[in-house]
């Protein structure tokens, strides 16, 4: 049974950026045809999708925040990886790593427990 855990800087400053690390377990990050997810959720306000990463290294973007985002990996450690550039206070949520069952248009069947991080000077 694959396992996600995100970690990372539960506190940011406005400006900065930031990063957060998914380490997967009970199954590999490379294993064909699964995609890679990050989601948050900003306080009393819905799931946002954020952006994913393939099997294959291949990544993928929400248009509202292709500009600050990126997706990467190490599959040495069988972690991905987001950064968020120039946060604000309104990027305050918690974060949540996730995998699709299938493609990335398919539903998430596994996710991490969620990190909140706080974007505040």
């Known amino acids: 049974q694959v396992q996600l855990e995100e970690s990372g800087p539960g506190l940011v400053k406005p400006s900065q950026t930031l990063s957060l690390t998914c380490t997967v377990s009970g199954g590999s990050i490379t294993t064909k045809y699964y995609f890679w997810s990050w989601i948050r959720q900003p306080p009393g306000k819905g799931l946002e999708w954020m952006g994913a990463i393939a099997w294959s290294g291949s990544t993928w973007y929400s248009p509202s925040l292709k500009s600050r985002t990126s997706i990467s990996r190490d599959t040495s450690k069988n972690q991905f990886a987001l950064q968020l550039t120039s946060v604000n206070p309104e990027d305050t949520a918690v974060y949540y790593c996730?995998?699709?069952?299938?493609?990335?248009?398919?539903?998430?069947?596994?996710w991490g427990q969620g990190t909140l991080v706080t974007v505040s000077s």
């Open positions: 996730a995998r699709h069952s299938g493609g990335l248009d398919t539903a998430l069947d596994a």
